[in-house]
């Protein structure tokens, strides 16, 4: 069974400034447009003394590379695996749970 690949978020932090002329901001953001940045969204952040100030990303989406592939595949492959045990797992208690019913318990809950 082959998966497809997927669509990822990339991001990069912003430098630019919002200070200035109106041609001198937009001239910044045609350049990262031009880069081939879909976006900007921003996120506010903390320092350390306490000041509330916002932070603003680039981003665009792009096909996951052959390396986010693998990686996400393993992961695919190991949570598959761990749901294999944990229901092995749940098996082997409800047996070893049935086994220590007493025959009165095993009668009501119509098993005998």
Do not use: C, P
């Not at 990822?8 to 002329?21: A, I, L, N, P, S």
């Not at 940045?37 to 903390?46: D, I, R, T």
């Amino acid at each position: 069974m082959t998966i497809k690949r997927i669509q990822v978020k990339e991001t990069q932090k912003y430098y630019g400034d919002f200070d200035g002329t109106l041609e001198d901001i937009i001239s910044s953001l045609q350049s990262e447009l031009d880069a081939g940045w879909a976006g900007l969204e921003s996120e506010y952040e903390w320092d350390y003394g306490g000041e509330r100030y916002i932070e603003y990303y680039l981003y665009k989406h792009r096909e996951e590379n052959d390396k986010e592939y693998e990686k996400r595949m393993k992961q695919l492959e190991k949570e598959k695996t761990e749901k294999a045990k944990a229901k092995e797992r749940k098996l082997k208690q409800l047996k070893k749970d049935l086994a220590n019913l007493t025959e009165d318990e095993l009668k009501q809950l119509g098993v005998k």
